[in-house]
């Protein structure tokens, strides 16, 4: 393995660049403006406004009025706005000019709050997003019907989109091209994990029921891999007991530790123990790794201080702690509720956990310091392992993948069900939608349920069942009153009685089944009335299935005219470093008017 900085053992510098093209660079560019108008239009950042000169035309101007962006579109439910690419031009005093999205946001900045302090780092983000688009393009075009049979990972590393509301969506400041070209999970790059050993002055291990830290490492590692790090200790006069064994992004070593933690490089505090033997392929997260070598194995998410989508992608050690009693509490939850066990759902759980605390910079900082988020990392079940004769498994994010031809992913898999479009909706939300719905009625817990956090169970097509993930970081349980073990307090928050649905609302039915139901609808599969009508059928008749719980119902009414549109591109526009504060997730919401509810009508 060469050292990070210095590029690939051999490569020739021009050759990492490849992938940019000006015909791909066009493409994408259009492509992220023609997003960047639908979704900041749906935000209410712009206006689009009729253009008399075609018709489903509009129009949106620069700040100064003088630039015209010109485009065709359809309007659907939710206010969604569906923007054609091939439509869409540019002019500005009687000449088009060529589609260039660094621009756009130039000539938008007043109208999208961009800050003078924010704006520049905002345009990096783009531009490597824009980078990142025009990799997937040269990537063989792969159709949506063949990516159904294609395989998990195949169709977890086949994603082109990212995801569906962020504009900036790609950003992974902090890599090299070299290192894009290496980790991340588009170009499907099998990866060995850097491992460390770290102190157990420093370090703490945490782990869930019947879990027991050198049997686990033994079963992850291998025995003879955990033989030779033990004699690259006792090779320097450490004893292998004084230390835990901790995973890393090789990124995160050769770019973060090896200088930041010098210091505790030098003292011993960290030996590098070299790669694992494992190969590993990157996810949607990036930070997140499946085991390619053994997929019965845990997933390994690890510390990446690379600035992704609003947030530094650390992992807290402190955070560590409590993950895997966190994961325990639920998963029994699900196992005791038959409403919940009805639905076929399961988490993987995120067994065990390490972290790395650095006492000088911990002293130097506050809490929310990414200097406090460099070296922790988890393991988290495979679901490999769940899975019965038949079952096959593919990430939610694909549902809303449209391949080159515009042909979505989602109505692949209704094709291949043999199933009519509405049973094939019911099914996927009875397995998805019905355990959100139970969970927020009967328990005040929420979930952040995007298609990234939740792994679909497929048998020929048809969503048998759903798998949730990314447990400890992203629950939260809104009762104040709930009586939580001491070990899962960390979950509950205080959220206004107003904005408890949004759970549901806004990143249930605006960040997802929004896009999903448009596409739906573009390709001729199921119009939007039966996709909505559909959507309230299932929430009847889980409704009409818990009868004590009608006061709730009535309390958070599902079925309300209208509900607040909470944006989050705003967030990201007004601060790109740390959007949220996930301790107090509703002060950070951005709320510019209402939606009209698509159940309403039913």
């Not at 035309?57 to 659907?76: I, M, N």
């Not at 530094?312 to 050690?317: E, F, H, I, V």
């Not at 009586?483 to 649905?501: A, G, I």
């Not at 209208?562 to 526009?573: D, G």
């Amino acid at each position: 393995m060469s050292p990070a900085g210095t590029g690939p053992a051999g490569a020739h510098p021009a050759g990492a660049v490849d992938h940019l093209t000006p015909e791909r660079w066009e493409t994408a560019n259009r492509l992220l403006i023609r997003k960047a108008l639908a979704e900041f239009a749906h935000e209410r950042l712009i206006t689009p406004v009729p253009d008399p000169r075609r018709a489903d035309g509009y129009v949106v101007r620069s700040d100064d009025a003088l630039t015209e962006y010109r485009f065709t579109a359809v309007r659907r439910a939710l206010d969604h706005w569906q923007v054609a690419a091939a439509s869409l031009t540019r002019h500005r005093d009687g000449t088009e000019l060529p589609l260039a999205a660094l621009d756009f946001f130039v000539e938008l900045q007043k109208s999208l709050g961009l800050s003078n302090e924010v704006l520049p780092v905002y345009l990096e983000e783009i531009s490597s997003t824009l980078s990142g688009t025009c990799y997937k393009l040269a990537k063989p075009a792969v159709t949506s019907a063949e990516l159904v049979d294609a395989g998990f990972q195949a169709i977890e590393t086949g994603m082109t989109e990212g995801h569906p509301c962020f504009v900036a969506n790609n950003g992974r400041l902090g890599f090299g091209v070299h290192e894009y070209l290496a980790y991340a999970p588009e170009t499907a790059n099998p990866v060995r994990l850097v491992w460390l050993a770290a102190h157990r002055s420093r370090a703490a291990f945490t782990a869930g029921a019947g879990v027991e830290y050198e049997s686990f490492l033994r079963q992850e590692l291998g025995g003879d891999t955990v033989e030779r790090f033990h004699r690259v200790l006792t090779d320097q006069g450490l004893d292998p007991a004084d230390y835990l064994f901790v995973p890393v992004h090789p990124w995160q070593w050769w770019n973060k530790l090896a200088v930041t933690f010098a210091a505790e490089v030098a003292r011993r505090h960290l030996v590098c123990l070299g790669e694992g033997d494992d190969e590993y392929l990157a996810q949607q997260s990036i930070r997140t790794f499946f085991n390619r070598s053994n997929p019965h194995r845990h997933y390994v998410k690890t510390a990446l201080s690379v600035l992704n989508m609003g947030f530094m992608r650390g992992l807290s050690a402190a955070y560590m702690e409590a993950t895997p009693a966190i994961n325990d509490w639920l998963a029994r939850l699900i196992e005791n509720d038959p409403v919940l066990r009805s639905t076929g759902l399961t988490i993987i759980r995120e067994r065990a956990a390490v972290g790395y605390r650095h006492l000088e910079y911990e002293k130097a900082t506050d809490r929310s310091s990414p200097y406090r988020k460099m070296l922790a990392a988890l393991w988290r079940e495979s679901p490999v392992a769940s899975l019965r004769e038949g079952e096959s498994l593919a990430t939610m994010a694909s549902l809303l993948h449209v391949d080159h031809e515009g042909r979505s992913f989602a109505g692949a898999l209704i094709e291949r069900s043999g199933l009519p479009p509405v049973q094939w909706l019911r099914h996927y939300l009875r397995a998805y939608y019905t355990p959100l719905l139970h969970s927020f009625y009967a328990y005040d817990l929420v979930y952040m349920p995007h298609g990234e956090n939740v792994i679909l169970v497929l048998e020929d097509g048809v969503v048998r069942r759903a798998v949730y993930k990314d447990i400890a970081e992203e629950i939260a349980v809104m009762d104040p009153d709930a009586v939580l073990p001491p070990e899962v307090s960390r979950v509950r928050v205080e959220v206004p009685e107003d904005q408890k649905l949004l759970s549901i609302l806004t990143d249930v039915f605006d960040c997802f089944f929004r896009f999903l139901a448009a596409d739906l609808a573009a390709e001729g599969v199921l119009t939007e009335d039966d996709f909505w009508r559909t959507v309230a059928e299932v929430t009847r008749e889980y409704q009409a299935s818990v009868p004590e719980l009608g006061d709730k119902f009535a309390r958070y009414d599902l079925f309300a005219p209208e509900f607040a549109l909470s944006c989050l591109n705003r967030l990201q526009l007004r601060d790109n470093r740390q959007m949220v504060d996930l301790t107090d997730p509703s002060a950070a919401l951005q709320l510019v008017g209402t939606l009209k509810n698509p159940l309403a009508g039913f």
